[in-house]
Structure formats: C-alpha cells, structure tokens
C-alpha cells in the first residue's frame, strides 16, 4: 500500500504520474438494459474532466466503468498505467490503488448497515458498546491527515469524536473523500455528483480541496455532475452524453452568485386557526453538543418557508422533529396540527397529513421496492388514474415507467419519487433537497409545478443550499 509522502517532492511526484484511459467498441448493459453501445471514448493525461449529460445518460454507470466496478459486454478498457499482461487479479489490484471513487450514496455507503433505516441518525445508541465515531472509522491513517495539508476550511477536527450516524449528508461526503485519500493517494479520483447536499461553504471548500489536491499531487479528476458552480479549477474539459453520442466542450463557469444574508424568521399566525407546525424552546443537544438552542419557529397554513444553514447544522434534525422520526419531539415543546406531540395522536396519524421527501429514501431503497417498475411503484399511490397520466405527460416520464427502480439512475428515482408525492398532496410537503441529481429540464418542470399547481392551502417547508432556489418560490426563511 502506498504511504502519504511527509512533504511532496519531485521524486515522489515522477513515481505517481497520471494515467490514461481509453475505452474501445465497449457496449455495456445493466440488468438487460443496454446504457452504451460500441462506445469509443479517450480521457487525456493531465486533464480532469466534467461528464455531463440528462438524467439517464449513463454518467454514473461510466464512472463504474473507469473504477472497474463493472465490466463490459464487449470491447475493452486499457489503462496505460496497467501492464494488460499481467494477471487478472494483479491487474484489479493496482486498478483499486490507482483509481478512487467515491459514489453519490454517500451516507449509505459510510453507514453500510443492510438492516438499517433512514430514522437510525436520530435515535439515541447509547446502549451500543462502541458507536462509531469519525475518529475510529478514519483509524490508524489518520496521523496522514496532518500530511495532506488541507485548506482550513476543510479541516475535521471538530468532527472526529462525533458518532458517523450523527453526520450531515454534506460531512459524510467529506469523510468518505478523505477516508480514500488517507490510504494512498490515486492516480485518478473519480467523483459521482460531489457537490450534492453541500451548502455553499462546503462547495466552494471542497472545491478548492480539489484544486488543492491537484495542485500538490498529480491526480486526474473526472467527476459527474449537472452543476457547474464552484467547479474546481482544474476541471478543463467537458464530455457531454447525449442520444447522438459523445461530444466535448471546453468547460465554463457560470459567474456565481453574491452570498445572501438572511435572518431568522418567524411567522405569526394570521387567524385563530392553530399553525400547522410550532416549536416553542426547542433544544437539541448530543452529549455537551448542542445541535439547536432555544428555537422558536411557527409555520401558518399556506405558508412556503425555506431552511438553510451549513451542513451539520440541525436542518433534517427539525425535519424529523415535524415528521415524527425524532424521540425527542415527545420531551420538546413541539406541536402539529394544533397538537403537541405525545398528546395521543399515532405517529401515522401524523404522517397520513404530511408528505416528505428526503435524501436517505434514495440511499435506503429495500430490496423488494426496489424490484417494482416505475410505474407499479406509482400505482402504490392511491390516485385516479387521470391524475396520474397529467403528471407523467408534465414531466415527460413515459420512458421511465416499465423501468425497474433500480434500473433508474439517481436523477432518475429522484423524479419517481416526486412524481409519487405529487399523485397524492397532503396538507403539509417537507422537501429535502428535492432538487438532488436532478438535471436543469428536470429541476425546471419540478419548480414549474410548484410555482403553479400547488394548491394555495398547502404548506411547503424546502431544505435548500442554494438561493436561487429560496429567492424562486419560498416567502419565508429560517436560517440556522
């Protein structure tokens, strides 16, 4: 295994030079589904590269091409830093040393517990022996932390004695990134939509790790996403998947837009009618950390609200205060509906008036509901059948429905799941990051339908890192 060098030198930079790869006539199929057909594709030495392309378009299944985590049909994938004589097992070695990637499932990946549910982060495990913490799961590598001379911004230490399960979807990206570079340092990173569920802070820290890491050490990024801000630097090439084939561009960068400073509201309500949502003092705290202190927040009927803040700041915890996952919603002083929780309601009660929609649904898929076809999935759904056909033609989703789930790509399922929520609105929509994997089309025809056919009784809650998105169709705005 390859040992962080103390201070990078040129010795140390000829020895890890970065690689080269070149897929030939390479056809690949996913569960009988063909995704490429005779590709032929070269990634240059020495230039990173941006793969884009619609939802579908085999962005991520090109990447499990390159890390060698699938293989294909027909044709071949040569890497000039990989003899091809040698043995199989020899080759998969130096392939797995040279090449990282780190996939869009983060959470389910650090976590990797088969029988675990997407509740688990918020109860207490204190009759576990030995939780976890990010400190143990970096193990003996981490004295190399110190030797990748991380840019303040993306420093850990107030992380490391936290439990993994107590982690944002942001802070659990950095781990899992981090986790890889402190065993070896690759030829290649390879990174499936990196910035999904980081706030802007952490997009712009983990984009200028990267452009770090490139700087220091000679690795070729090659990363798969839709957005392009904050896009590292030394990203200089873009592959875009289409129907047509493959064709390259050279990469742009949007001009960002200003930080908005925002304050912590709070509605008042404007009737006698009870709010839908209401904390009063509310208080989470984990050992001597206090995730939020003292809140008070009241959500009015119709109201569209927006919560941000930094990763790890408490935005999914409130989520799961209103959805009924939180154990402490029954301690707190938080009432829904007009009734404080603990009051006598079932927790599907609860749930039978509230639509949410979250990052962990993606991640904690079951086997069984992962075997339905999309559009079996949405006849689980009680709606008429009339309602259903709308939504389909809206978002343009009929090459989806005789797919399985786990046939869809992450933007894919995303969209299967909103189109679910969709079918059958309750009086209250809690949206994480609705947005996640979504390609511009996509995104745009999910904020269309939000703009203009939700009814104005209903209320909307957005987790959003991203302003336009607040600016666009929110009223309201709690800042953490």
Not at 59 to 76: D, E, M, R, Y
Not at 139 to 154: A, H, I, K, M, Y
Not at 324 to 332: I, K, L, N, R, T
Not at 416 to 434: Q, R, T, Y
Request: with cysteine; hydrophobic share 40%.
């Amino acid at each position: 295994m390859q040992v962080l060098p103390h201070l990078p030198n040129p010795s140390y930079l000829a020895f890890i030079y970065p690689g080269m790869i070149q897929l030939h006539d390479v056809t690949v199929k996913l569960r009988g589904q063909p995704i490429f057909h005779q590709l032929n594709v070269r990634f240059e030495s020495e230039i990173s590269y941006l793969i884009d392309g619609k939802n579908g378009a085999g962005k991520t299944t090109l990447l499990n091409l390159l890390a060698g985590k699938i293989q294909p049909h027909k044709g071949v994938v040569h890497y000039n830093f990989i003899d091809d004589t040698l043995e199989w097992d020899e080759k998969y070695a130096l392939r797995k040393k040279y090449i990282h990637f780190v996939p869009a499932q983060a959470l389910h990946e650090l976590i990797n517990v088969p029988e675990s549910f997407y509740q688990q982060r918020y109860y207490s495990i204190e009759e576990s022996p030995s939780p976890v913490t990010v400190r143990g799961y970096l193990g003996t590598r981490l004295q190399n932390l110190v030797q990748l001379q991380l840019p303040d911004s993306f420093q850990l230490q107030n992380l490391l004695d936290l439990d993994i399960t107590r982690l944002s979807n942001g802070q659990v990206k950095k781990i899992i990134i981090l986790k890889q570079l402190l065993n070896t340092i690759p030829k290649i990173l390879l990174l499936d939509y990196p910035f999904e569920g980081l706030d802007a802070k952490s997009r712009m820290a983990l984009s200028e790790f990267l452009d770090h890491l490139t700087t220091v050490y000679p690795i070729q990024l090659i990363i798969a996403d839709h957005k392009h801000d904050y896009l590292p630097r030394t990203i200089t090439q873009r592959m875009l998947l289409g129907e047509a084939g493959i064709s390259m561009a050279i990469c742009s960068r949007p001009n960002l837009p200003a930080d908005i400073k925002s304050e912590n509201l709070t509605a008042q309500a404007k009737n006698e009618t009870p709010p839908v949502v209401e904390m009063r003092n509310l208080t989470i705290q984990y050992g001597d950390k206090v995730i939020i202190d003292k809140l008070n927040w009241k959500i009015v009927q119709g109201e569209r609200w927006a919560l941000t803040g930094p990763n790890g700041s408490g935005k999914t915890t409130l989520f799961s205060m209103i959805y009924a996952d939180h154990p402490m919603a029954y301690s707190e002083k938080v009432f829904l509906f007009g009734k404080r929780r603990g009051s006598g309601e079932s927790i599907w009660d609860i749930k039978k008036r509230i639509s949410y929609l979250g990052p962990e649904q993606l991640h904690f898929l079951d086997h069984v509901t992962a075997q339905f076809t999309a559009r079996e999935y949405l006849k689980k759904v009680k709606a008429p059948n009339e309602r259903l056909n709308q939504l389909i033609a809206l978002f343009q989703a009929e090459a989806l429905l005789p797919k399985r789930l786990q046939q869809l790509s992450n933007g894919q399922l995303q969209l299967v799941l909103l189109l679910a929520l969709f079918l059958a609105p309750k009086e209250l929509l809690l949206l994480d990051e609705p947005f996640q994997f979504l390609d511009p089309q996509q995104k745009k025809s999910v904020t269309n339908y939000l703009l203009s056919f939700l009814e104005d009784s209903a209320t909307l809650v957005l987790i959003t890192h991203y302003e336009d998105d607040v600016n666009r169709w929110t009223h309201h705005r709690l800042s953490l």
